[in-house]
């Protein structure tokens, strides 16, 4: 029988409130050929004691003396350096692996062949009590294939549930970890998967205890941050789709209402970049993706046999350009996050803490009618 190694790993800063039972539902897995990385961020807490208490020859530590605050990548790239199984399992130190998680998510991954696997999450508060909620029946559905999350994604939003999440290691270690982003870290990464080609499969079967609570990164206190932060972060994310090396036949998919796209033969496969930035820079709400999308079409456009394949294919030119700049100016200022930033990019955030909020009251309001009973 095939048993792959599977590396979980989890990072840590001041979580002596929940390590241990991540800890201890990695240790309860029904799977046994595991190995876990612990990645101590410089805490200040006991989290480190916990941590080191657990003496299984399976378990790795890493200890960083600095922290380097809310890091995104930073940390999955540190753990992907140092993991050895053919499948990562990346687990936040508030969450709880169920029993079968990993032969759950490995044998989706095997069985269909699969890149990246997403089990179902089920909600529960601070204590462990469920909440009667799960990711794909209360909060996003399974939309489809690959095209259909690659297309939620170019809007700016995610249904994809990261502490659901079971991926390829080769797969992961082919694309670029981008260190500098936070918010849309997760995002970009099944973007660039996908984009290249990775497959992608889902567990309807709840695999995570998703713990809802008020330190998590996606809280409203992290709001100012957010805001401050989004402009900056959506230039970066929508890079990983103007930079791409997608087909005709894939932008054809992932864009089917485009006359552009629909315009392209087999032979056109170097006018592909102008067209999935044209669709960004006209199509799209967020004004930072249109702002990114205008510089792509502005270096396209400069060079002069490309120029050219473009004005005879779709009789657009830099005069275009030019005009749509002109007509419809975008102005950023560190207000414009708040002004204009489209709700899929804010909303992905406050949505998810919205959910929570709600969760907990339901919970709070059963709880009390049962007691008054």
């Given at each position: ?55 299984d020859e399976r378990i790795k530590h890493i200890d960083l003396h600095q922290n380097y605050g809310a890091t995104g990548n930073f940390l999955a790239h540190t753990g992907l350096k140092n993991a050895n199984g053919e499948f990562i399992k990346f687990l936040s130190a508030d969450d709880i692996l169920k029993p079968n998680a990993l032969n759950t998510l490995l044998q989706a991954a095997l069985t269909n062949q699969a890149d990246l696997v997403f089990g179902n999450l089920e909600f529960i508060d601070i ?247």
């Amino acid at each position: 029988m095939n048993a792959p190694l599977v590396t979980v790993i989890t990072s840590y800063y001041n979580d002596q409130a929940f390590l241990k039972d991540a800890i201890d539902s990695v240790l309860a897995q029904t799977y046994k050929n595991w190995e876990l990385i612990l990645i101590n961020h410089a805490s200040t807490d006991s989290s480190r004691d916990i941590a080191h208490s657990y003496k299984d020859e399976r378990i790795k530590h890493i200890d960083l003396h600095q922290n380097y605050g809310a890091t995104g990548n930073f940390l999955a790239h540190t753990g992907l350096k140092n993991a050895n199984g053919e499948f990562i399992k990346f687990l936040s130190a508030d969450d709880i692996l169920k029993p079968n998680a990993l032969n759950t998510l490995l044998q989706a991954a095997l069985t269909n062949q699969a890149d990246l696997v997403f089990g179902n999450l089920e909600f529960i508060d601070i204590h462990k009590n469920l909440l009667g909620k799960n990711w794909f029946e209360h909060h996003y559905p399974i939309l489809g294939d690959e095209i259909a999350y690659l297309q939620a994604l170019l809007q700016g939003t995610s249904p994809l549930p990261f502490p659901g999440n079971f991926i390829r290691k080769k797969v992961a270690e082919q694309i670029h970890l981008d260190c500098s982003i936070i918010l849309n870290a997760d995002m970009r990464n099944w973007a660039e998967i996908l984009l290249n080609g990775g497959k992608l499969c889902f567990v309807k079967e709840p695999v995570v205890l998703y713990r809802i609570h008020s330190g998590q990164m996606c809280s409203v206190h992290a709001y100012d941050n957010i805001i401050k932060r989004s402009a900056f972060e959506a230039v970066r994310f929508i890079k990983v789709f103007l930079q791409s090396s997608l087909s005709v036949n894939k932008i054809k998919e992932l864009l089917p209402l485009d006359p552009y796209a629909q315009l392209l033969t087999e032979t056109d496969s170097l006018l592909v970049p102008f067209v999935l930035a044209h669709h960004v820079a006209y199509h799209t709400k967020n004004i930072f993706y249109r702002w990114s999308a205008r510089l792509a079409l502005a270096d396209i456009l400069d060079n002069p046999i490309l120029r050219t394949a473009i004005e005879q294919k779709f009789s657009f030119s830099i005069k275009n350009i030019r005009q749509e700049i002109t007509e419809n100016p975008i102005y950023l200022s560190h207000n414009q996050p708040i002004r204009e930033a489209s709700f899929s990019t804010l909303g992905y955030y406050f949505f998810r803490k919205l959910f929570s909020i709600i969760l907990l009251r339901d919970y709070r309001h059963k709880n009390n009618f049962l007691k008054k009973r």
